[in-house]
């Protein structure tokens, strides 16, 4: 990392130094970063569970709690931003839908407390491999969970969602389409802060184009009012955010956990990719698993009360890059605003009344682009197809992935248990990565293979 310091003599690794003032605004700069990606995660999850998923309060809440608790853990060192992880969609997605055992004359309201158990339980598993790194060392782990394992599973994770993005563009193709061409638009030819936030971008103007055709009296096609304000008019400006606690259920946390296999590789590779960017060598200090419990904590914490899983925040790198400003100190201050702005619930409201049309518009290239990432993190790591093994396994996690789209259901000891597409998939990679010979793979060998691990949309 020694280079690296010299190229970062422009950077400000303390912003006390530029006055409170700018200090406030670079706070509020970040918090932009972060919130449309991180609200966008209780819109969608709504969208699943018909109305009755998650909110936006309390998953504002939690996400500036999750930071400020990720900072302690890792000693303060560390400038992540914690935000909504889009990893687990495709798992809230599938908890909805379970109409088997106990979840057979459920509402969906009623699942979603069993959808937060199961993500508390993957945050903790973040722990266990806490713990497997401090003893045996990263190197040793990461053969395990190559990017011939993770990159195909985070593929899956994309496509199992494909059909949902186009049956809620299809409510307004006009709305979806103006949503999808402004994230284009900022993500290829916007500048500065904007080339950063084009998922925000894409909310607002979006937003705004709605709000223009509903008042000239415009509707959606199927005669449905465009706008729905209903809920904004009787929310009230200062409320607290409503949580709920967590159930447990073994197949909701066979539809959750194995999900954390790409999410502690993400977090992994933002670590890299944060270290490169400040020049500090955060998986040393203040150390890979201390980072790892603080991201896993975080996520079971938030869940626990009904939150989103957290996940490092590739937007935010992105502003530390732009701004030169490496001081951890600006990202606690974001944390603070989103906790301050969680106690209004008529502004969360406002954000609720998006339009199906406008979240379709924005899954659409969203979910496109997890699977993207998925393809990005097999060619960033060179992984060789040309080597039988690795096709071998890459074709049993695609297949089991989206070939098991009811998965399968089982009983143990009375008790019905239902193993996901992704569960499968999952589970079918470590454990053929494991038997096959002829593993490659090597931590650090790559620095920037190793910083694209992961479903962040970091560039």
């Not at 422009?10 to 006390?16: G, L, M, P, T, V």
Request: net charge positive; glycine share 12%; proline share 4%.
């Amino acid at each position: 990392m020694g280079e690296n310091n010299q190229m970062k003599t422009d950077a400000i690794y303390d912003a006390r130094s530029l006055g409170m003032p700018k200090m406030l605004l670079l706070g509020l700069q970040h918090m932009f970063a972060m919130f449309g990606a991180t609200v966008l995660v209780p819109i969608l999850v709504n969208s699943y569970f018909h109305g009755e998923g998650l909110s936006v309060q309390v998953t504002l809440f939690m996400a500036g709690l999750g930071t400020l608790f990720f900072h302690m853990v890792s000693k303060k060192k560390v400038p992540a931003f914690l935000g909504s992880s889009f990893a687990f969609l495709g798992g809230f997605a599938t908890v909805a839908e379970l109409n088997t055992g106990i979840y057979a004359n459920m509402t969906y309201g009623e699942k979603l407390p069993y959808a937060c158990g199961g993500i508390v339980v993957a945050g903790l598993l973040y722990l266990m491999l806490s713990a497997v790194i401090r003893l045996v060392g990263v190197k040793r782990v990461m053969r395990f969970l190559p990017p011939v394992v993770t990159g195909p599973i985070i593929i899956c994770i994309g496509l199992s969602l494909a059909g949902s993005a186009i049956g809620n563009a299809g409510t307004n193709w006009f709305l979806a389409l103006i949503a999808l061409a402004t994230i284009i638009v900022f993500n290829v030819w916007g500048k500065g802060i904007f080339k950063i936030i084009p998922i925000l971008m894409g909310v607002v103007i979006s937003y705004a184009v709605a709000a223009i055709m509903q008042a000239t009296g415009l509707s959606n096609p199927d005669g449905s009012a465009i706008l729905d304000f209903s809920s904004v008019a009787s929310a009230r400006f200062i409320g607290l955010p409503p949580f709920q606690i967590c159930k447990f259920d073994l197949t909701a946390i066979l539809v959750m956990a194995p999900i954390s296999v790409a999410t502690m590789m993400e977090h992994i590779g933002d670590m890299s990719a944060i270290s490169a960017t400040v020049g500090q060598n955060f998986l040393e200090d203040p150390g890979l698993h201390r980072t790892l419990i603080g991201d896993g904590m975080a996520t079971a914490m938030s869940a626990a009360f009904g939150g989103p899983a957290n996940t490092t925040y590739g937007e935010n790198t992105g502003v530390l890059e732009l701004s030169r400003v490496f001081d951890p100190r600006v990202i606690r201050l974001a944390a603070v605003y989103a906790i301050v702005l969680s106690f209004v619930p008529k502004f969360a409201q406002v954000i609720t009344s998006l339009p199906a049309s406008i979240i379709g518009g924005i899954s659409f290239i969203l979910y496109g682009m997890i699977s993207a990432i998925g393809i990005r993190n097999v060619v960033e790591n060179k992984v060789d197809f040309a080597n039988s093994r690795n096709l071998i396994i890459a074709a049993v996690i695609l297949v089991c992935g989206l070939g098991f789209s009811s998965g399968l259901t089982f009983e143990v000891g009375g008790t019905s248990i239902t193993l996901t597409s992704l569960a499968i998939a999952s589970l079918a990679g470590v454990v053929l990565n494991a038997v096959l010979p002829g593993n490659d793979y090597h931590f650090g060998v790559n620095p920037r293979g190793d910083a694209m691990r992961g479903v962040s949309l970091k560039k």
